[in-house]
């Protein structure tokens, strides 16, 4: 089983900080916005607090999951499909048969790029969740996980996918 680069919890941890960043103000924002009403029953004072504690602990959780993600998430081209295993909470395990492979793409987002990682994309026939993605790859090892998917699934293109 092959591991991401390490570099892909920067972006997960950068990631995890900004949506909790986000969470928090709204959470907060909206206990100040209650306290501050002319409610007939004024919210408690220890509404505020409250609200920071909870926003404070959503962010812990938040990166705790986004350092532990990078420990469980394993990958491998196997004889006939790609076995992916992911999870924090709820252990995923997803295996892509190679002649279900439609198409194969690779991606880098401006994050991805800043610390020189790329996501492959592998997209399958069906319809519920059609698609896979591998993040935390150098992108060399992304061109060269895109071309040996390329080239599984051709030599697959006559088989049963059952």
């Given at each position: 089983?092959?591991?991401?680069?390490?570099?892909?919890?920067?972006v997960?941890?950068?990631?995890?900080?900004?949506?909790?960043?986000?969470?928090?103000?709204?959470?907060?924002?909206?206990?100040?916005?209650i306290?501050?009403?002319?409610?007939?029953?004024?919210?408690?004072?220890?509404?505020?607090?409250?609200?920071?504690?909870?926003?404070?602990?959503?962010?812990?959780?938040?990166?705790?999951?986004?350092?532990?993600?990078?420990?469980?998430?394993?990958?491998?081209?196997r004889?006939?499909?790609?076995?992916?295993?992911?999870?924090?909470?709820?252990?995923?395990?997803?295996?892509?048969?190679?002649?279900?492979?439609?198409?194969?793409?690779?991606?880098r987002?401006?994050?991805?790029?800043?610390?020189?990682?790329?996501?492959?994309?592998?997209?399958?026939?069906?319809?519920?969740?059609?698609?896979?993605?591998?993040?935390?790859?150098?992108?060399?090892?992304?061109?060269?996980?895109?071309?040996?998917?390329?080239?599984?699934?051709?030599?697959?293109?006559?088989?049963?996918?059952?």
């Open positions: 089983m092959e591991r991401l680069t390490p570099r892909v919890r920067i997960w941890l950068l990631l995890a900080i900004v949506r909790a960043a986000i969470l928090g103000g709204i959470i907060v924002g909206a206990a100040i916005a306290t501050r009403t002319e409610l007939p029953n004024p919210a408690p004072g220890r509404l505020i607090p409250a609200a920071v504690a909870l926003a404070v602990s959503v962010a812990v959780l938040r990166v705790f999951v986004a350092w532990r993600r990078y420990g469980v998430w394993r990958f491998a081209l004889d006939d499909d790609l076995y992916i295993k992911r999870g924090v909470f709820t252990r995923v395990r997803t295996v892509v048969p190679y002649v279900r492979v439609q198409h194969v793409d690779s991606r987002s401006p994050l991805e790029r800043t610390v020189g990682l790329s996501t492959v994309v592998v997209y399958t026939a069906g319809s519920r969740s059609s698609d896979v993605a591998i993040p935390g790859l150098t992108p060399t090892r992304a061109e060269d996980l895109q071309e040996s998917l390329r080239r599984l699934a051709i030599e697959s293109a006559g088989e049963d996918a059952v």
